[in-house]
């Protein structure tokens, strides 16, 4: 068995053992720093899929995270206030159901996704980056803009949705949730990277001469992996805004967007856990380093400065050495 996939293996278990203790332990707090690391993987997962096998950098991400949360927020918020979303040509009322809003938030993802990714794949390189972080700096002013749902103060959602079967105001339940998901965007994105699409994709990502000689349109595949990407970054922003049952314009801020790129980094680009220890190392950095100085920026700059220069592959990578990244 490959060094990876032991790494892997210990990385899952880990994300299991960690909250099972703080449940057993009565941690509360550690169960929810371990559900927001785990929400923050799966935003790191959808990135990973475009950055990693596609070779799309996009600081632009924040666009479909946000879109995510503010789909849970509206709805949730029509739901609470009992007013409906519209009543012309059709009714429309809120929801706090989470598979509904879950399915919402893909859906308006994945089309903003589709929408973006068709007018920034005329570019590429810088100009590719720049036209992804303008539109999620888009969103950001156009939601400031927006007082109906909060403006600049954002929104709060007084109790967190609800799933059959579950007490999501139960730490360890919700946590549950957020595992599940994580463990099947990480199956899917495995999926994908096997499959013929993947292979095309990546081929594309390291010569896209070679691959357009063939008859295939790599602007088409990566159109594709950048929709479902965005899809991807969009379910986390929804569990997100569930965790903390508020959203605000800074889910659409070019701060979020960097700050997904670095649990990818961090782990290692295009590793398949590589956003999931990222997410994690930048979790307890920021709880701990965060009670030590008002600037623990500082030590992860650093260590983000180490990964680039001396291990390109990550975290992942340094630990499981030079082998291939995928199977």
Not at 45 to 58: E, H, I, R, T
Not at 294 to 312: E, P, S
Request: glycine share 12%; hydrophobic share 55%.
């Amino acid at each position: 068995m490959r060094r990876e996939t032991l790494l892997n293996a210990a990385i899952l278990a880990g994300f299991l053992a960690l909250p099972l203790w703080a449940w057993m332990a009565d941690e509360p707090f550690i169960i929810t720093l371990t559900t927001r690391a785990a929400i923050l993987a799966l935003a790191g997962a959808g990135l990973n899929l475009a950055l990693g096998l596609g070779g799309l950098v996009s600081l632009g991400h924040a666009a479909f995270f946000g879109i995510g949360g503010y789909a849970m927020g509206v709805l949730a918020f029509h739901a609470q206030t009992y007013t409906p979303l519209t009543e012309a040509p059709f009714l429309i009322e809120g929801t706090k159901s989470m598979p509904a809003i879950w399915l919402v938030a893909l859906i308006t993802s994945a089309l903003a996704a589709l929408v973006i990714g068709a007018l920034s794949l005329r570019t590429s390189g810088v100009y590719f980056i720049m036209i992804t972080l303008a539109f999620g700096q888009m969103f950001y002013f156009f939601m400031i803009s927006w007082p109906a749902y909060g403006g600049e103060d954002g929104m709060s959602i007084y109790l967190r949705n609800g799933f059959p079967g579950l007490n999501t105001l139960d730490p360890i339940q919700f946590y549950a949730l957020c595992f599940v998901l994580l463990a099947g965007a990480l199956w899917l994105v495995s999926r994908v990277q096997h499959s013929a699409f993947g292979l095309a994709l990546a081929a594309a990502r390291q010569s896209p001469m070679r691959v357009t000689s063939v008859g295939i349109r790599p602007r088409s595949l990566h159109l594709l992996a950048f929709t479902l990407s965005g899809a991807i970054t969009g379910l986390a922003g929804a569990l997100f805004a569930d965790l903390n049952r508020f959203v605000s314009p800074t889910m659409f801020s070019w701060q979020t967007s960097g700050e997904i790129m670095v649990f990818v980094i961090l782990g290692g680009v295009g590793r398949l856990f590589g956003p999931v220890l990222g997410a994690a190392i930048f979790i307890a950095m920021e709880h701990w380093l965060d009670g030590v100085s008002d600037y623990w920026h500082i030590y992860l700059g650093a260590i983000l400065l180490g990964m680039v220069l001396f291990a390109r592959g990550g975290l992942i990578g340094l630990i499981a050495g030079r082998e291939v990244a995928h199977d």
